[in-house]
């Protein structure tokens, strides 16, 4: 199997919570990050935390880890529009350099 | 934040041509440069990673001689597709960093047809 595995597509209403999942299979992760690639264009680090963390919330983010069952997730609250685009899961080691491992992303569609 | 720009965004060549695409760190030195291939709805496949002054260090996988890589200086690097056939029409994305442990910028990609 892949090493990051995230669902492919999320659909929501705009001003409800988008929750995105996404499982890993390395235990020795040390970063796990979310990047946001809106269409035609380049990846943007959205959040990452450490693997010693559980939680981290920035403004509308929240990132949950649970790194026994290797499982993180990305809530965005009150979704925009603006927030339709693809999510990406990665994670990357110390001893990997820290060159993150991509999942295939999720594409957040956010309807009226 | 950091700024990466891609040159072209968007080429369409012929089967047997060769295509350059360049990566520029705009506004920093970047020590490592890495270049990328996304397939329609699939992850970011790493293709070769490269320092400046020193030779590329391809995954496993990638042809050397078919994606020549230069990283002729700390804000440039470039990626040659050489002989492009159909099969290699893609989303080329290349990402830059400072030093180890930091944060990768990612350029806008480039978007290649071969016919």
């Known amino acids: 199997g892949e090493d990051v595995e995230q669902s492919l597509f999320l659909s929501v209403r705009e001003g409800d919570s988008s929750v995105i999942n996404c499982t890993y299979t390395d235990s020795s992760s040390t970063y796990l990050y979310w990047y946001k690639q809106e269409p035609g264009a380049g990846l943007q680090l959205l959040t990452y935390?450490?693997?010693?963390?559980d939680m981290k919330q920035d403004q509308r983010l929240t990132v949950l880890l649970n790194k026994k069952d290797k499982h993180l997730s990305l809530r965005i609250a009150d979704t925009q529009t603006g927030d339709s685009a693809i999510y990406f899961c990665a994670e990357s080691m110390t001893g990997g350099s820290y060159i993150p491992t991509f999942g295939r992303g999720t594409s957040l569609i956010v309807h009226p | 934040g950091a700024v990466v720009s891609q040159h072209p965004s968007r080429v369409i060549c012929k089967s047997g041509t060769s295509v350059k695409i360049e990566c520029r760190s705009l506004?920093?030195?970047?020590?490592?440069m890495f270049w990328y291939r996304q397939f329609p709805k699939q992850s970011l496949m790493l293709m070769a990673t490269s320092n400046e002054g020193s030779k590329a260090t391809y995954e496993q996988g990638v042809e050397k001689d078919k994606f020549l890589i230069n990283h002729a200086s700390l804000t440039l690097s470039t990626l040659t597709v050489t002989s492009a056939h159909p099969e290699d029409s893609s989303f080329y994305i290349c990402s830059a960093r400072m030093g180890l442990g930091n944060e990768q910028f990612f350029g806008p990609g480039t978007r290649l047809t071969v016919l």
């Open positions: 935390i450490f693997s010693n963390m």
């Open positions: 506004d920093f030195q970047a020590t490592t």
